[in-house]
């Protein structure tokens, strides 16, 4: 037995007896390849957009006359082809122009590592919508608590769910262009029914021809059910109007009041939102030098009010 244990060693491969260092060092190299876009499949659950908006037409337009100038990063799949992690939207103008072959980046990535750098890259993005950043964060911070949940090779004892939570939520503000806080409710929005997130990034988007919603009134509905969401969006779009700050806030006490599968009833939802909110209250004005002869000269603005 100790003689067979003793010839239980690793060899070395054929490629490492008969190549040098410096051949094996470059190797190891990331190098820039061709691939055909059909070979990459998105990443998944990609939380940004890839809109046709202007600015693609703009890049599919650069691509025809320049090609792909910067590589993407993409991953070796096990089953074969690979994965985009940086890029998408360069593979959609390249796809748009014809080409049949995109530079990339070949790199081993675990999940988590894919996930922090596919975020990464995107957030640099000119115009990014609510949607996309609540998804973004929240696969983010979820892949830097498992990361974080980790030991390190020279320390064996994981770290508490506290801890880990605590620490990855500093991390994350620390490496964004958003606060903790703010980030914290954009990972709310995760909670909203697709309809009324929709309503959330047309604040940023501005179709005329929808209903748009402010963030902070979306955070506090996002703690509402879903079935009383769906319930809101019906009542929203008949009523043809959102709810405000102020509303909102009601709507969740009222629904937080609810116990077990109780739920917040139509008909309150639609007597709140037909309270009266403080921007529609009817303003009558009329121009100072129209009334300024009436009153002695430095009246109180007050006593002027009081008087008309």
């Given at each position: 037995?100790?003689?067979?244990?003793?010839?239980?060693?690793?060899?070395?491969?054929?490629?490492?007896?008969?190549?040098?260092?410096?051949?094996?060092?470059?190797?190891?190299?990331?190098?820039?390849?061709?691939?055909?876009?059909?070979?990459?499949?998105?990443?998944?659950?990609?939380?940004?957009k890839v809109r046709m908006d202007a600015a693609m037409q703009e890049m599919t337009?650069?691509?025809?006359?320049?090609?792909?100038?910067?590589?993407?990063?993409?991953?070796?799949?096990?089953?074969?082809?690979?994965?985009?992690?940086?890029?998408?939207?360069?593979?959609k103008a390249?796809?748009?122009?014809?080409?049949?072959?995109?530079?990339?980046?070949?790199?081993?990535?675990?999940d988590d590592e894919a996930t922090i750098i596919m975020v990464d890259s995107n957030l640099q993005r000119e115009q990014i919508l609510p949607s996309e950043k609540a998804f973004a964060y929240k696969m983010k911070l979820d892949a830097m608590k498992r990361?974080?949940?980790?030991?390190?090779?020279?320390?064996?004892a994981p770290l508490g769910p506290n801890?880990?939570?605590?620490?990855?939520?500093?991390?994350?503000?620390?490496?964004?262009?958003?606060?903790k806080t703010q980030i914290q409710r954009y990972i709310r929005l995760?909670?909203?029914i697709p309809e009324i997130l929709e309503l959330v990034d047309n604040s940023v988007l501005k179709d005329p021809a929808m209903l748009q919603i402010a963030m902070r009134p979306a955070v506090e509905l996002s703690y509402l059910r879903k079935e009383e969401q769906a319930d809101l969006f019906a009542i929203m779009d008949e009523m043809d109007?959102?709810?405000?700050h102020a509303q909102a806030i009601k709507m969740r006490q009222m629904s937080e009041a609810k116990t077990g599968d109780e739920r917040l009833a139509k008909d309150a939802l639609v007597s709140i939102m037909k309270e009266e909110k403080p921007n529609q209250k009817e303003q009558f004005k009329i121009p100072k030098e129209k009334i300024s002869?009436?009153?002695a000269p430095g009246t109180p603005t007050q006593k002027i009010e009081d008087t008309i």
């Open positions: 037995m100790a003689r067979n244990s003793a010839l239980n060693f690793n060899l070395p491969s054929a490629d490492d007896l008969f190549s040098t260092e410096e051949e094996r060092a470059e190797a190891r190299l990331e190098k820039v390849v061709n691939l055909s876009p059909a070979e990459i499949s998105d990443f998944p659950n990609h939380p940004f337009e650069s691509v025809k006359q320049y090609g792909v100038l910067v590589p993407t990063l993409v991953r070796p799949k096990s089953e074969g082809g690979y994965e985009m992690v940086a890029g998408h939207r360069r593979k390249a796809d748009l122009a014809g080409l049949a072959e995109i530079p990339c980046i070949v790199r081993q990535l675990t990361q974080a949940g980790r030991p390190r090779k020279d320390n064996s801890l880990i939570g605590t620490r990855s939520n500093l991390e994350l503000a620390a490496e964004s262009p958003d606060s995760t909670h909203l109007c959102t709810p405000s002869r009436f009153f």
